[in-house]
């Protein structure tokens, strides 16, 4: 926000209070959202619903007096202008129309703004204005909200900074819907998978109209890998490599049940299936052609226990490229063995999303 000869050309903030300075109706309150802020509907709804009904002048997360937060870095801008300064996170934030018109009055008067997180507070300190401290009042209504690092892990609620497009609306979408409405079109598989818990968020994170190549493990009664074809890897040329130990009655109930679903989808050429144990499959893939960083998405699931899961995703991180995604499926069980892998790659694992399924992405 700049001085009054470079008004409004300098910033984004600059230019809004321009605008609000032709057009602010004295009834209205103003919302400021800066582009590197995503929330979902039903947060965004529950915030509006919670600011409306207190109409403060000013709502903003941590809204704090210097006495308060004495080591903030910029409280030395308030200096021989405000007596006991104020400051608030502002990357977003609700304004009524007095305390912008406040705002503006003090442009006029000295000729430029101060940075707007003290501008903001500290006005409506002095003016004796309402102040509504959103970190105080609905903290359940933010995700990872701050100044910095960059927000990865994708979470339910209204987050900052979110810098990746992909995150950004990930989380902008974010949804519990439960099942995928073709789930009904199979014959019944094992529930507690993504596409009955996870559905509405992997519908928005991974769906590509461009070919894919999947590796799926512990892939059952085929239901998952189906629906991955159905709902997520559209393109036709999108292909799955699936694999699993179909052993003994309980495996040959499965067996039949995943050829009856890959036909009944119409996925009989996209779907190739490997049977027998995981590590095998994954080490002959490894020693194979073809195969080392070839895969795009690699779905880990089924795994006994939290070492098989350990020794999996060592194998299949050389088989992802670089770029790809890995899903691991936890559980308290193997928590402690995702832990020791996100450790040991972390350099190159950048964690997209947490939780029952753990989401990273291979860098270089």
């Given at each position: 926000?700049?001085?009054?000869?470079?008004?409004?050309?300098?910033?984004?903030?600059?230019?809004?209070?321009?605008?609000?300075?032709?057009?602010?109706?004295?009834?209205?309150?103003?919302?400021?959202?800066?582009?590197?802020?995503?929330?979902?509907?039903?947060?965004?709804?529950?915030?509006?619903?919670?600011?409306?009904?207190?109409?403060?002048?000013?709502?903003?997360?941590?809204?704090?007096?210097?006495?308060?937060?004495?080591?903030?870095?910029?409280?030395?801008?308030?200096?021989?202008?405000?007596?006991?300064?104020?400051?608030?996170?502002?990357?977003?934030?609700?304004?009524?129309?007095?305390?912008?018109?406040?705002?503006?009055?003090?442009?006029?008067?000295?000729?430029?703004?101060?940075?707007?997180?003290?501008?903001?507070?500290?006005?409506?300190?002095?003016?004796?204005?309402?102040?509504?401290?959103?970190?105080?009042?609905?903290?359940?209504?933010?995700?990872?909200?701050?100044?910095?690092?960059?927000?990865?892990?994708?979470?339910?609620?209204?987050?900052?900074?979110?810098?990746?497009?992909?995150?950004?609306?990930?989380?902008?979408?974010?949804?519990?819907?439960?099942?995928?409405?073709?789930?009904?079109?199979?014959?019944?598989?094992?529930?507690?998978?993504?596409?009955?818990?996870?559905?509405?968020?992997?519908?928005?994170?991974?769906?590509?109209?461009?070919?894919?190549?999947?590796?799926a493990t512990g892939v059952a009664s085929g239901v998952g890998v189906s629906l991955m074809l159905d709902e997520l890897f559209?393109?036709?040329?999108?292909?799955?490599?699936?694999?699993?130990?179909?052993?003994?009655?309980?495996?040959?109930?499965?067996?039949?049940?995943?050829?009856?679903?890959?036909?009944?989808?119409?996925?009989?050429?996209?779907?190739?299936?490997?049977?027998?144990?995981?590590?095998?499959?994954?080490?002959?893939?490894?020693?194979?052609?073809?195969?080392?960083?070839?895969?795009?998405?690699?779905?880990?699931?089924?795994?006994?226990?939290?070492?098989?899961?350990?020794?999996?995703?060592?194998?299949?991180?050389?088989?992802?490229?670089?770029?790809?995604?890995?899903?691991?499926?936890?559980?308290?069980?193997?928590?402690?063995?995702?832990?020791?892998?996100?450790?040991?790659?972390?350099?190159?694992?950048?964690?997209?999303?947490?939780?029952?399924?753990?989401?990273?992405?291979?860098?270089?």
């Amino acid at each position: 926000m700049g001085r009054i000869e470079d008004f409004p050309a300098i910033t984004a903030w600059s230019r809004a209070l321009s605008h609000l300075e032709r057009t602010l109706e004295d009834d209205e309150a103003v919302w400021f959202v800066e582009d590197d802020v995503a929330g979902g509907r039903e947060a965004f709804a529950h915030l509006l619903g919670i600011t409306s009904d207190v109409d403060a002048d000013l709502s903003a997360w941590e809204v704090r007096t210097r006495d308060e937060d004495p080591e903030w870095y910029f409280w030395s801008r308030a200096e021989g202008i405000f007596v006991s300064p104020c400051r608030a996170f502002q990357p977003l934030c609700r304004l009524s129309a007095r305390l912008v018109r406040q705002v503006l009055d003090f442009r006029s008067r000295h000729g430029e703004f101060v940075f707007h997180e003290l501008l903001f507070a500290s006005l409506a300190s002095a003016q004796g204005m309402r102040t509504l401290d959103w970190s105080r009042a609905c903290p359940g209504v933010f995700g990872e909200f701050r100044f910095r690092p960059e927000v990865r892990p994708i979470r339910a609620g209204i987050s900052h900074p979110v810098k990746d497009e992909r995150v950004h609306e990930a989380i902008c979408r974010y949804s519990n819907t439960a099942a995928s409405p073709k789930a009904a079109c199979y014959e019944a598989g094992c529930c507690a998978s993504w596409y009955a818990e996870d559905f509405g968020l992997w519908k928005r994170l991974f769906v590509a109209s461009v070919p894919v190549k999947i590796l799926a493990t512990g892939v059952a009664s085929g239901v998952g890998v189906s629906l991955m074809l159905d709902e997520l890897f559209l393109h036709p040329g999108s292909a799955i490599h699936a694999v699993d130990l179909y052993d003994g009655l309980e495996g040959e109930r499965l067996l039949a049940a995943f050829s009856a679903n890959v036909a009944r989808g119409g996925h009989t050429g996209r779907i190739r299936l490997y049977e027998g144990e995981c590590r095998e499959v994954l080490a002959w893939m490894i020693a194979g052609e073809g195969f080392w960083e070839s895969f795009d998405f690699i779905h880990l699931d089924g795994a006994s226990s939290g070492s098989a899961l350990l020794a999996d995703a060592c194998q299949a991180w050389s088989l992802l490229r670089i770029g790809g995604i890995l899903v691991l499926e936890g559980g308290l069980e193997r928590e402690a063995a995702i832990q020791s892998f996100r450790s040991v790659q972390a350099e190159r694992a950048e964690c997209l999303l947490g939780g029952r399924r753990v989401v990273l992405i291979r860098r270089e």
